[in-house]
């Protein structure tokens, strides 16, 4: 059974581009959240996904969108990308109150 | 204001010896309680977790944990650690009186072993 799975692994992008990031599900979870962590911090919760519909969202601008398809899994978008956006960002799948986390995608903004 | 405080930055210990890590968090409501380990570059793994019942829950890879409703604490513990111990260990709460069930994470602590 695979984990929970997010693509690509790196990325290094200039600022004010557009970014899309992957998250596939643990197989069985229904809901997908998302977390950016900066080098040393703590993951901040950016939103989560359940029912293809955004559910909570943390304190994050609206530069930070993103979308659930009816398979599960899921994609962050950033636009108008700053310098202060490069971090891990991590996607975790649950359903019930345990999250399960993926390896994470490591956004490099230049 | 809500919040989940670890109180150590880094903590080095000698291998073999026993750990422990403070969290101590602020809710009205006694939220979920949750440990996760992260190496290096990769993603966060779950050690342990509480929801209700026994206060003292045991986790993977030799941890345990006690959680004290009086000191508002769900210290992370293990009575011999390993090299392969040394990571950053981040205590985290779900707020129970939230819809969804997101994440609030402290600021880790690094651990550091040392032979």
């Known amino acids: 059974d695979a984990g929970v799975t997010q693509s690509p692994t790196h990325l290094i992008k200039t600022r004010g581009q557009q970014v899309t990031l992957r998250c596939s599900p643990k197989s069985g979870h229904d809901t997908v959240s998302w977390y950016q962590q900066a080098l040393g911090q703590g993951p901040q919760f950016i939103f989560q996904y359940y029912e293809e519909e955004e559910r909570q969202r943390g304190n994050f601008p609206d530069r930070f969108s993103g979308h659930q398809f009816p398979n599960y899994s899921s994609e962050l978008n950033v636009n108008a990308l700053l310098l202060g956006d490069s971090a891990l960002y991590l996607c975790?799948?649950?359903?019930?109150?345990?999250?399960?986390f993926g390896p994470g995608t490591r956004l490099t903004v230049t | 204001a809500q919040s989940v405080t670890q109180p150590d930055i880094h903590i080095t210990v000698s291998e073999g010896a026993s750990l422990e890590l403070r969290c101590n968090y602020s809710?009205?409501?006694?939220?979920?309680l949750f440990w996760y380990v992260q190496s290096p570059g990769q993603g966060l793994q779950l050690l342990l977790k509480?929801?209700?019942?026994?206060?003292l829950v045991q986790g993977i890879k030799g941890f345990e944990a006690e959680f004290k409703r009086s000191q508002s604490s769900f210290n992370l513990r293990k009575p011999s650690v390993h090299w392969s111990d040394a990571a950053e260990y981040f205590c985290?709460?779900?707020?129970?009186?939230?819809?969804?069930?997101?994440?609030?994470f402290g600021a880790g602590t690094i651990l550091r072993v040392k032979s």
């Open positions: 509480y929801f209700s019942g026994d206060t």
């Open positions: 809710y009205g409501a006694t939220p979920y």
């Open positions: 985290a709460v779900v707020p129970v009186m939230e819809y969804g069930n997101k994440l609030v």
């Open positions: 975790a799948s649950s359903n019930s109150y345990e999250q399960y």
